[in-house]
């Protein structure tokens, strides 16, 4: 970025930071005002459109996936942060779209998936819906690099140690350190989980607080007191054949 490379025109810019992968894109926002006001001036701008289109797959850019994520740099920032396909159990895998996990039909398994990046610090939220039954046990939360992805038998995986926790939805129980935690929602005949329905999770790392969402009801906090540690959005499953999605939204909307 010698010269005059940075009086070149927005529209030059923008057509040069267009052949660009993220990781390079960061580095040219950090370079001057007028660089950074170019690339995240608009967030449907042909950089992010062009980034879009390398980095994700057609089918989620095709499909209702990404409905919730309005611009194309958050459609790259959501794939960043989708599903890692070498941070799960070996009975799952990250289906083409780059955001859904299948699980395969493997009996006496319960398998979980941790997202590429975790947060430490600041306020995030991403939607999880399950695309197939239940089973028995079916948890969305958070988890450290630490907890395990695998483990015999048909158990609440997230929250059944110290270092994840977990929102069962087929009991509504939040679990953590291998106990119940009481039930959630906190109300009476808490309506079950319908397959398809997005939950909403709000990841607080200054309050220290998990929340979850269904359609546009806060349901509350369910986890305070999280650690001062690297946390994961992660989600545990049992039944064979059934795909969660997992999209990471940003910074959460308060309202």
């Known amino acids: 970025a010698g010269g005059a490379g940075w009086r070149l025109p927005g529209r030059v810019l923008e057509l040069v930071f267009s052949y660009l992968e993220l990781r390079e894109l960061r580095s040219c926002a ?7 006001r170019v690339l995240h001036g608009d967030e449907n701008s042909e950089v992010w459109r062009s980034l879009a289109a390398r980095s994700l797959a057609e089918e989620a850019l095709r499909t209702d996936i990404l409905c919730n994520v309005p611009t194309y740099k958050g459609k790259v920032l959501a794939f960043q942060h989708a599903f890692s396909t070498n ?24 398998d979980g998936a941790r997202t590429k990046i975790g947060f430490s610090e600041g306020r ?3 939607e999880v819906w399950w695309e197939g039954p239940l089973g028995t046990v079916a948890v969305i ?4 690099k630490r907890a395990p992805m695998q483990c015999q038998g048909y ?3 997230l929250g059944s140690d110290d270092q994840s926790w977990g929102w069962n939805l087929v009991d509504n129980n939040l ?4 106990e119940v935690n009481g039930s959630f929602p906190q109300c009476n005949n808490a309506p079950k989980y319908q397959i398809g329905e997005r939950i909403r999770v709000i990841l607080d790392m200054e309050d220290k607080t998990l929340a979850f969402e269904r359609g546009y009801e806060f349901l509350g906090v369910a986890f305070r007191g999280l650690p001062k540690a690297c946390l994961y959005p992660a989600v545990s499953a049992v039944y064979g054949n ?9 910074k959460p909307l308060d309202g």
């Open 30 to 36: 950090l370079v001057c005002r007028l660089w950074y």
């Open 87 to 110: 941070d799960c159990s070996r009975n799952v895998y990250i289906k083409k779209n780059g955001f859904t996990l299948h699980r395969n039909p493997i009996a006496q398994s319960t």
């Open 124 to 126: 995030h939220a991403w």
């Open 141 to 144: 939360g958070i988890a450290t």
């Open 155 to 157: 158990v609440a995986l």
């Open 175 to 178: 679990l953590h350190n291998g």
């Open 242 to 250: 059934t795909e969660v999605t997992l999209v990471y939204l940003g």
